[in-house]
């Protein structure tokens, strides 16, 4: 009795159309319904309303933008017709733990055209021979029953689902790009590379100028050791001659 007065004021106290994901497990429901859950959660996405002791659908508001049921550990055993009616949107539906024993009570969802995944598990119908088989046979738009599909594939985790859709958004999104970014980026590349030959060239070109200045240097370096020693030698020359010039004079006056 508490926990049904406080799942009550819980839904009083919230602006039910800005409500999108809805949980009031192990709530106590009355005469098929939960006091406070009406037609208002129109933006409803998630409801989930496992053992609540419901016994039929016929009370469930519509709800036209509901993708997930949960329902499991109730105690249905029909009138799923209604589904289609409500929630026409349904993607996932889980009625596990419920009392649904035949393939015809299961019939009523093929107007879901929506649905992708119905989990039975712990229901009745299971122990019928080939169910899994006949039920892939009878509802065409499902992927998945009780978790897996036809060949036994493991369906994905819900949030591992949404996480990979946001990475494939990702990169779609770095993919596209603004408009025009990669032409410019091209144009920037193309004359980052015509620089850059050009930069190579201009390095090889005055590099081999560079070297041939250095040889040239060393020339001039050369020629110039040479006319400075030439110049010395001949200084020298002129100061023997000088030497000599006195000592000439010297032996004139004896004469």
Do not use: W
């Not at 993919?175 to 050009?198: I, K, N, Q, R």
């Not at 001949?234 to 004896?254: I, T, W």
């Amino acid at each position: 009795m508490e926990m049904k007065k406080r799942i009550t004021l819980e839904l009083r106290n919230r602006a039910p159309e800005k409500v999108t994901e809805l949980v009031l497990d192990n709530c106590r429901s009355s005469n098929g319904e939960i006091e406070g859950l009406n037609e208002s959660f129109k933006e409803l996405e998630f409801l989930s309303m496992a053992n609540v002791e419901l016994t039929s659908l016929a009370r469930l508001p519509t709800l036209s933008k509901l993708r997930k049921l949960e329902l499991s550990d109730n105690i249905i055993s029909g009138g799923l017709e209604v589904l289609a009616e409500k929630c026409p949107n349904l993607t996932y539906l889980n009625l596990s733990g419920n009392k649904i024993k035949d393939l015809s009570t299961v019939e009523a969802l093929q107007n879901l055209k929506n649905l992708k995944s119905l989990d039975l598990f712990n229901c009745e119908i299971t122990n019928l021979e080939d169910y899994r088989e006949s039920v892939f046979e009878l509802l065409h738009q499902i992927t998945y029953l009780d978790g897996f599909d036809q060949e036994d594939n493991e369906a994905p985790d819900s949030e591992e689902e949404e996480d990979e859709g946001d990475e494939d958004d990702d990169e779609d999104e770095d993919e596209a790009g603004p408009p025009g970014e990669f032409e410019e980026d091209d144009d920037e590349d193309d004359g980052g590379s015509d620089l850059g030959e050009g930069e190579e060239e201009e390095e090889e070109v005055g590099l081999s100028y560079l070297m041939k200045e250095e040889i040239q240097d060393e020339e001039d370096d050369d020629d110039y050791v040479e006319e400075k020693g030439d110049e010395e030698e001949a200084e020298g020359v002129q100061g023997e001659k000088r030497k000599r010039d006195p000592e000439d004079e010297g032996e004139e006056e004896d004469d």
